[in-house]
C-alpha cells in the first residue's frame, strides 16, 4: 500500500493511503458544511479515497484534480451547476451532480453536458458510495426517484453495458467460473464488502480478492462492480444460468 500526500486548498498536507484500485474522489460544493457531510458520507467506504474538497465557487483551473477519478458536484447556490461539467470531463473525469430540485430540463441538461450520474441530495446520502464506485465504473448513475424525468436517451444510457449483454453470452460466461467464484459475487452481490464478505465465507480477505480477480478474467468486465452486476442480473432470474 503506497502512502502518498498533497496539499489541500487551504495549505494544510494531506496523508493518506490508498491502494492503486481506490476510486479518487474530489468533492466539490460552495457550502463548506455540505463538504463536510459528503465527507462523512464517504468515509470508510470500501474501494474509496476522499482526496480532496473544492471551493466550486473557484475557477475550475484552482480545483485540485490531479489524481481525482469521480467529482461529486453539489452546488445549492449556482443556478445551474451543470455549466461546470462540461470542463470537468474536459479534465477526464466523472462527474456526479447532487441537487434538491430537479426537473426535466435540468436532468436532460446534466446528461447532455456529460454527467456521469444524477442524484436527489438526501440528508443521509445513503447510496453515494454505491453511486461513485458505478460512475468511475463507466456507468451513468440516476436515482430512482428521477427516472421519470429523464429523456429517453438518458434512461438508455442509465442501463448498465453488462444489462445490455445477450442473455446466452451471460449463461456462458457466468458458467465459466467456479462454484467458489460464483459463491464470492453472490456474497457480494448482497451489498457485503471485502471484510464482511470474507466473514461470512470463512476466509481472508486476500482469498475473497484473489476469486474476484479471476472471477474479473473470465467474465471480460474491468471491475468487480460490473461483475456483481452480472451476477444481479443472474440471481434475478427464476433459473440461474449454471443451474
Known amino acids: 500500500m503506497e502512502t502518498t500526500a498533497r496539499r489541500s486548498e487551504n495549505g494544510r498536507v494531506l496523508r493518506y493511503e490508498s491502494e492503486a484500485s481506490d476510486v479518487g474522489v474530489l468533492l466539490a460544493d460552495a457550502d463548506p458544511v455540505s463538504r463536510h457531510v459528503l465527507a462523512g458520507a464517504l468515509h470508510g467506504a470500501d474501494g474509496i479515497t476522499v482526496l480532496d474538497t473544492a471551493d466550486s465557487g473557484r475557477p475550475l483551473h484552482r480545483w485540485p484534480l490531479d489524481g481525482v477519478d469521480v467529482v461529486v458536484l453539489a452546488d445549492a447556490f449556482r443556478p445551474r451547476p451543470a455549466s461546470l461539467v462540461p470542463g470537468l470531463v474536459h479534465h477526464g473525469v466523472r462527474v456526479l451532480l447532487l441537487d434538491t430540485r430537479w426537473t426535466t430540463r435540468t436532468v436532460g441538461d446534466a446528461l447532455s453536458a456529460g454527467c456521469a450520474g444524477v442524484l436527489v441530495k438526501d440528508p443521509e446520502i445513503g447510496r453515494l458510495a454505491t453511486a461513485v464506485r458505478a460512475a468511475a465504473a463507466g456507468y451513468v448513475v440516476v436515482s430512482p426517484e428521477l427516472m421519470g424525468l429523464c429523456p429517453p436517451t438518458g434512461r438508455a444510457a442509465a442501463q448498465p453495458s453488462a444489462r445490455r449483454r445477450g442473455d446466452r453470452s451471460v449463461g456462458l460466461l457466468l458458467r465459466s467460473l467456479t462454484e467458489r467464484e460464483r459463491e464470492v459475487l453472490t456474497v457480494l452481490a448482497d451489498g457485503l464488502s471485502t471484510r464482511e464478505a470474507a466473514?461470512?465465507?470463512?476466509v481472508t480477505p486476500a482469498t475473497v480478492k484473489s476469486h474476484v480477480s479471476h472471477a474479473l478474467t473470465k467474465l471480460s468486465v474491468r471491475n468487480r462492480l460490473e461483475a456483481?452486476?452480472?451476477?444481479?442480473?443472474?440471481?434475478?432470474?427464476?433459473?440461474?444460468?449454471?443451474?
Do not use: I
Request: glycine residues 10%.
Open 199 to 202: 466473514g461470512r465465507l470463512g
Open 228 to 243: 456483481v452486476l452480472l451476477m444481479r442480473r443472474a440471481l434475478d432470474e427464476d433459473r440461474p444460468p449454471w443451474s
